[in-house]
């Protein structure tokens, strides 16, 4: 046991049972001497003006499932959990926005919505453990972004508590607001390096009346199909929510059959998705073999593809290492990226499952095997990636190999600008210092 | 342009035609004259000169002059902005990105364009609707408004509830920043660049930022079925109603527009009529798109809750040519005022949607206190009221009246949870207005971010937030809700 004896001074504005102290750390670092558990934004408040003015630093965390994402400092003196912190503020049905404590499990949320036909337009990973506030601060995103857009499509208000303990809002309640500096947007994807995010406030969408998947399997192996299907169906009128190519290795994970798979989903009334997967028949090369998953069928799908990520709130990995990589690259040479997935795997003699959407241009890499490996592939996918012109960043690694590879991928040439807003919100670096680029 | 020599003095006018050329430069009062206001005509002041650069590098070049000497300046498009953003208050070197117009890149199977600031909304559209893509964004003005003021504004219009705002379609940016220095954020297109979300923050920063001189856009494929409903109420409330239900339904509508009996007499009398009865209270606008098998459908659950609601008559164009009519008459809807009221104010409150019959009510009872009438044309769907307050300028006080009426209306909108301004931007107009809905401490908070970008506030200053309080006055965070 560490002798403390500043914790105690935390007694001033929490309760006993809302502190523990941590003897070891995560393997994933970001961790806390001291762990508190806030459940009013008052104490949120508290516990940051409390940092702020004596020195001390604070990591912010959900329910952890992102604790392998970032982060050049294995503990910080507090870490402040937002785990009790949860539930729904306000659900204004008519008006289709709810408004939620950041620390409310997505799954939850989403529970809490469906009886009103109403859902959160996103597709994060591990929705039955990540929290909403999670999953804003580190802009998670799923194949659906293609069809409802991301966290900065879906936010529309925030209250924030920022390192010196005052409580700022940005947004508000309103679905169309162009009021003053659109704020919201610096809060999400900032890693929780401006705030810590307490009430957010989304708009929604209707649930869909039907929906199916629709998984189009290339056995030939050879991208270029894939590529002419898919120009060709983009450029039809249809409208599908996502279009998700799977790699080999993933794609045997989720269907048993180790060849490229193509997720096409579609929601709508029953009559305009049947016509729609009709449309992917007419359009198929003849070799890709089509399966149709619909309504429950679909779900449950997505519910096993939702899991496929690492999540820092399991057990390491007993046999080597594991990491993920996020890659971003203009639409279409997500398939470059996926065959790339295969040849590095192969070279680097590691298992690489990944996915991309070919409407929206975002890569998934998840990377298994010996330590030497994990690095050297995700040294080739992002090389891989910038010769493309676009980026990879590391979403989840030990601590320890976090030490041996830069997250973020360097600073870009407006770097002065991200630093520059980071001083003036946070000048002493209380809250989750070095998380984000460039060790801001 | 006629071709002539600079004949003034002013080194600072000599500096910026060497930078710029002698042709691209404006600095004589007559000239300047057509610069001294934009959409928002109530104040009025002359810029120091305008110029016309042709590219980033002379947008870089006039920035950095004017940084070195302390030379207030601003960026500005077409001039159709609603709130005052373009109007050079503090006589400012106008920068006029107007003959910065190309379409640069167009890559249909990546979905994207690549646009100079200048470039007008509807010349994209235009430009790929014969391989059958569009650009979402249609603020009304859309046919003569550029993509640059669109990116500064964080423009709307009729189908943003559908397809979102401007931000919502913006992919990457080349800016110019205040200092002269020229970032690319998201370059090419590449969705989430790393590190906070500048694209967002620049879209809708109203010029206060940098100066766009790039703009990557997202395109998308035209709908495969497109369904366009006119329904006449005798009560705004069963109108009101009439939106609430559609929603709830689950309907997403690609637009959801209503107007009340002041608005349709106007554009009734004015350029695009369409036989609107003029004895109802209200009519909706309602228009449905996507995959043709679903449409009917949709359409049929419309027409059934617009008849539960005691809909007077309901009808379904049955012609390109009737829907491109009916939009025609909505979208000159504003300028249509001027068939019934020698000047008149837009107001652009927001409203969470199960409000609008209380504010409609209350809006009436503005318009009886001030004496002056208010029309309504708004984006119902999405809550976003356009107050039109009709007055006559050569009327003593009446300005000023109109406008105090104009803040009282969004007050209103402020005191049911809404928003000031939904597509229109604060600018100088609804500065003070500002305060309606934020805290002092929420506004210091927002020109914290604007000094790292403006440290001199020489770009656009005096724009979008309220004039410092002299006792600034600390809200207890506890007490902000």
Known sequence: MLSLTWIEELQEFLHPEQIKRNDSFHPLGNDGAVTVYPQAEEEIAAVLRYADQSGKKVFIAGRGTKRGFGGQREQADILLSLEHYAGIVEHAAADMTVTVKAGTVFGDLQRALAPYRQKVALD???????????VIAANDSGPKRLGYGSARDSVIGLRIVYPNGTVIRSGGKVVKNVAGYDMNKLFIGAMGTLGVLSEITLKLRPLAKYESVVLLSFPSG????????????????????????????????????????????FEDVENAVHYQEQWVERLRPKAAEMAVLAGEEAAAFWRTFNTVAPNGRLAQAENGIEAAVKIGVVN???????????????????????????????????????????????????????????????????????????????????????????????PNKTINDQRFIGGI | MRKRSIATNDPHIQALARIVGERAI???????????????????????????????????????YCHEHDLPFL?????????????????????????????????????????????????????????GYYYAPDPSSQYCCTIGGNVAENAGGAHCLKYGVTTNHILGLEVVLPNGEVIEIGGNGVPDPPGYDLLGLLTGSEGTLGIVTKITVRLLKNPEAKQTVLAYFDEVEDASQTVSDIISAGIVPAALEMMDQTAIEAVEAAAFPVGHPKDIAALLLIEVDGISAGIDEQIDDILAICRRHHVREVKVAQSEEERARWWA???????????????????????????LPEVLREIANISRKYGLRIANIFHAGDGNLHPLVLFDASKPGET?????????????????????????????????????????????????????????????????????????????????K
């Open chain 1, 222 to 265: 050879d991208v270029h199909d894939i590529r002419s299907f898919a120009v060709s169906f983009l450029d039809t009128m249809m409208e599908p929510v996502c279009f998700e190519l799977f790699n080999p290795t993933l794609a045997e994970r989720l269907t048993g059959r180790p060849v490229y798979t193509l997720a096409i989903g």
């Open chain 2, 26 to 64: 404006l600095y004589r009062k007559e000239d300047l004259m057509a610069y001294d206001c934009d959409g928002f005509t109530v104040h009025r002041h002359l810029p120091k000169a305008v110029v016309f650069p042709t590219s980033t590098e002379q947008v870089a070049a006039v920035v950095r």
């Open chain 2, 329 to 355: 008459n909505r979208k000159t809807g504003f300028g249509a005022m001027g068939a019934i009221s020698p000047d008149y104010l837009v107001q652009d409150g927001v409203i969470p949607r199960s409000r």
């Open chain 1, 332 to 426: 279409l040479d997500v398939l470059s990226i996926l065959r790339e997935s295969v040849l590095i795997a192969d070279r680097c003699h590691v298992r690489i499952e990944a996915h991309g959407g070919l409407g929206h241009g975002l890569c998934q890499a998840y990377v298994h095997g010996s330590e030497e490996g994990v690095l050297a592939a995700m040294e080739e996918l992002r090389q891989a990636a910038v010769r493309l012109g676009g980026y990879a960043i590391v979403k989840h690694l030990p601590f320890s190999l976090r030490q041996r590879i830069d997250v973020w991928g360097g600073k870009p040439s407006y770097f002065f600008l991200l630093e520059g807003i980071k001083r003036k919100i946070d």
């Open chain 2, 75 to 131: 960026a500005r498009g077409a001039g159709t902005g609603l709130s005052g953003g373009a109007i050079p208050l503090n006589g400012e070197v106008v920068i006029s990105l107007t003959r910065m117009k190309r379409l640069l890149h167009v890559d249909l199977e990546n979905r994207r364009a690549v646009v100079e600031p200048g470039f007008v909304n509807l010349k994209l559209t235009n430009s790929v609707a014969h391989r």
């Open chain 2, 400 to 480: 000023e009246r109109a406008l105090a009426a104009g803040s009282e209306c969004l007050k209103a909108c402020a005191a049911v949870g809404g928003s000031i301004t939904g597509e229109h931007g604060v600018g100088i107009e609804k500065k003070e207005e500002m305060r309606f809905i934020f805290t002092d401490e929420e506004i210091l908070a927002q020109t914290a971010i604007r000094d790292v970008f403006n440290p001199k506030n020489l770009l656009n200053a005096g724009k979008l937030f309220p004039t410092p309080g002299r006792c600034v006055e600390t809200k207890m965070p506890s007490t902000v």
């Open chain 1, 124 to 134: 994060p990973f591990w929705p039955d453990e990540a929290t909403i506030g999670g």
